[in-house]
């Protein structure tokens, strides 16, 4: 069975830092690009942040750069968000996702984790 599968989330207050793990199995995304989408109540799913295969292009959505840094680790087939100076706003339920290609648009990532929550108190 393939699966993407997040950890990493909790409750944090906000100005904290967490840090989120996306592990693979059942096949490897080692040659896919591989991304962070986040999902807050009442709205629809949007970009956060993707890495290229090769580690070489990162793109981020405006409302977390600077804050967020996303990495990969081929050797262990893992991808990473490294949050920091969280605020409320950023309140979701954060999804792994790979794909053959970077794109903002979630219609275009074909595989995706199930979500790991997060949530920052003001």
């Known amino acids: 069975q393939v699966q993407l599968v997040e950890s990493g989330g909790g409750l944090m207050q906000a100005g904290g830092s967490l840090r989120l793990s996306c592990t693979a199995s059942?096949?490897?995304?080692?040659?896919?690009?591989k991304g962070w989408f986040r999902q807050a109540p009442g709205k629809e799913r949007e970009f956060v942040a993707a890495v290229s295969a090769s580690g070489g292009r990162k793109d981020y959505a405006d409302s977390v750069k600077g804050r967020f840094t996303i990495s990969r680790d081929n050797a262990r087939d893992m991808v990473y968000l490294e949050m920091k100076s969280l605020i409320p706003e950023d309140t979701a339920v954060y999804y792994c996702t790979a794909n053959y290609q970077l794109s903002r648009s979630v219609d275009e990532w074909d595989y995706w984790g199930r979500g790991t929550q997060v949530t920052v108190s003001s």
């Open positions: 059942g096949r490897s995304f080692r040659s896919y690009a």
